[in-house]
């Protein structure tokens, strides 16, 4: 399997433009996660969906976020406008439940973010 | 509530020595402590994982060290190498089935020759 594959790796935008991220998960796996690394808040989980509807989206700091994930294969994370405080890394992962226990989260390499 | 506070900030430790990162809980629920190691333009991956109902895991070089009544977990690296240098996360989470890891701050490991 080629893992959780994200894109762009790179984003560069100016305040005000409308960001979309995406995400494949690894196949098979029935939960989705986006976080968000920043050096001063560490990883935040955003949001995060199980068989593609959306569990827990407390984290997602403003409405100007918004996640989807329209089929098995494939999510969105949406900043619309960005702020130069939105630049971060932003990472998505996947995991499959199994037996009542936790799971792995295997990450994807992460979308570098940067708002002018 | 949800905190996991974790230390050092940043650790140097000489080749063959051993790494010692420290992680400290609240939540008496959480239940999954697990530890990711993440490299420079690279996400985090799982490392080595613990749950309450032992004190100890070992895999290889890397162990986790669990004590439930002071809340506390730590990650030691024996002999350590130039190739462990990485930030290493710990983690919680709580409840079968809820997936919501909350993640330390981190800690950037150099391993100098």
């Known amino acids: 399997d080629a893992g959780v594959i994200q894109s762009p790796r790179h984003e560069v935008t100016e305040m005000g433009q409308e960001v979309t991220l995406r995400c494949k998960p690894i196949?098979?796996?029935?939960?989705l996660f986006w976080y968000r690394q920043t050096m001063m808040r560490g990883l935040e989980l955003l949001i995060y969906?199980?068989?593609?509807?959306?569990?827990?989206d407390s984290g997602m700091p403003e409405d100007r976020f918004s996640a989807k994930m329209p089929n098995a294969s494939f999510s969105t994370l949406k900043i619309q406008p960005s702020e130069p405080r939105d630049s971060a890394v932003y990472f998505c992962?996947?995991?499959?439940?199994?037996?009542?226990?936790?799971?792995?989260?295997?990450f994807g390499p992460g979308t570098r973010l940067l708002v002018l | 509530q949800q905190q996991v506070k974790q230390s050092p900030q940043s650790l140097i430790v000489q080749k063959g020595g051993i790494s010692i990162i420290n992680c400290a809980y609240e939540n008496t629920a959480f239940d999954y402590f697990p530890w990711y190691q993440q490299f420079p333009g690279k996400g985090p991956a799982l490392l080595i994982a613990i749950r309450p109902d032992v004190s100890e895991k070992k895999e290889g070089r890397f162990t986790i060290s669990f004590n439930k009544s002071a809340k506390q977990f730590s990650l030691h690296i024996m002999d350590s190498q130039p190739g462990d240098s990485a930030t290493y996360f710990c983690a919680a989470s709580s409840g079968a089935g809820s997936y919501q890891l909350t993640f330390g701050k981190g800690t950037k490991l150099s391993v100098i020759p």
């Open positions: 196949s098979g796996h029935d939960y």
């Open positions: 992962a996947s995991s499959l439940w199994s037996s009542g226990n936790q799971e792995t989260q295997y």
């Open positions: 969906f199980n068989n593609n509807v959306p569990i827990d």
